[in-house]
C-alpha cells in the first residue's frame, strides 16, 4: 500500500513548494504518475493493491486526459527551459500552444510599437521630407521588405527552442533572466507564466500564519497592521539574506 501512495507524496511535496517554479512541471508530472502506477501495477500480486491502482487510474485518467491543452499549464510548460518540447506527448497540443505562444509575442511587438509611435508622432511630422525622383525605387523596395512582428518572433522562438535543455533541478527564472536581452519577448511571457502556482496550498499557507496572528488576545489589531504582519511573516525569510 505504500508503495502504490508513495508517488502521491512525491507529486504533493514537488507541486506544493513556494521556493521552486511548480505551475510547468504539471503535465510533466501528470503523465510520470501515470506511469509510476501503470509500472506498479504490472508487479502487484496481491488483489486488493490492484484493485487500488485501477481505481487510482480510472479516476485519474478524465483529469489528466486533456492536461496538455490547458492554456494556463502548457504556456508554462513551453516557456520552461527545462522541458519545452519534451512536456507534451502530442504533437498537436505542442503545435496549438506554440502559435499561442507566437500570437502572444506578437501582440507584446505591437502594443510597444504603438506607444513608441506616439511617442514620435510629433517630432516626426515636423519634419518635411522631401522625396527624391532617383531613391524613390529603392526606398519603396526597403520599406517593404522591413522585419514584420511575426518575422522577429519566428527567429525568436526558434532560437529558444533549439536550445539544449537545462538540468531538472536548475532554476528557469535565472535562465531567463540571462537571456532577457535575448530573447526579450518570450523572457516577458516567461516571468508571467512561470510566476504561477501549482496548488492552492502556498495562499492556504498565508491564511494559517493570518490565523496564528489573529488571535483573541490580538483581535484589536487594525487590519492594515494584519496586512503588514502577514506579509513580514511570509516574506521574512528574505529579509535575513
Not at 3 to 12: A, G, N, R, W
Not at 136 to 152: C, L
Not at 178 to 196: C, E, G, N, T
Request: with cysteine; charged share 30%; proline share 4%.
Amino acid at each position: 500500500m505504500c508503495s502504490i501512495l508513495k508517488p502521491f507524496e512525491e507529486v504533493t511535496v514537488e507541486l506544493s513548494s513556494e521556493k521552486t517554479v511548480s505551475v510547468s512541471k504539471v503535465i510533466v508530472i501528470a503523465r510520470g504518475l501515470m506511469t509510476a502506477l501503470n509500472r506498479l501495477k504490472s508487479s502487484l500480486q496481491m488483489d486488493a493493491s490492484l484493485q487500488l491502482v485501477e481505481a487510482l487510474l480510472k479516476a485519474m485518467s478524465p483529469r489528466f486526459n486533456k492536461v496538455e491543452y490547458n492554456l494556463v499549464l502548457s504556456k508554462a510548460s513551453f516557456l520552461d527551459p527545462r522541458f519545452k518540447r519534451n512536456a507534451f506527448s502530442e504533437n498537436d497540443s505542442w503545435q496549438t500552444i506554440k502559435q499561442r505562444i507566437i500570437n502572444d509575442a506578437e501582440a507584446l511587438i505591437v502594443t510597444h510599437d504603438k506607444e513608441v509611435g506616439c511617442d514620435t508622432a510629433e517630432d516626426d511630422s515636423a519634419i518635411p521630407v522631401e522625396e527624391s525622383l532617383i531613391w524613390h525605387d529603392f526606398d519603396r523596395k526597403a520599406s517593404s521588405s522591413k522585419v514584420t512582428p511575426k518575422s522577429t518572433v519566428l527567429v525568436e522562438l526558434r532560437q529558444y527552442t533549439e536550445e539544449p535543455l537545462i538540468s531538472r533541478k536548475e532554476n528557469p527564472l535565472v535562465w531567463w533572466e540571462a537571456r532577457k536581452k535575448i530573447y526579450p519577448r518570450l523572457s516577458k511571457l516567461a516571468k508571467k507564466h512561470l510566476a504561477v502556482v501549482a496548488t492552492s496550498v502556498p495562499s492556504e499557507r498565508v491564511f494559517s500564519k493570518a490565523g496564528q496572528i489573529i488571535s483573541e488576545r490580538r483581535s484589536r489589531l487594525k487590519s492594515s497592521t494584519v496586512q503588514k504582519l502577514v506579509f513580514l511573516n511570509s516574506n521574512k525569510i528574505l529579509l535575513t539574506r
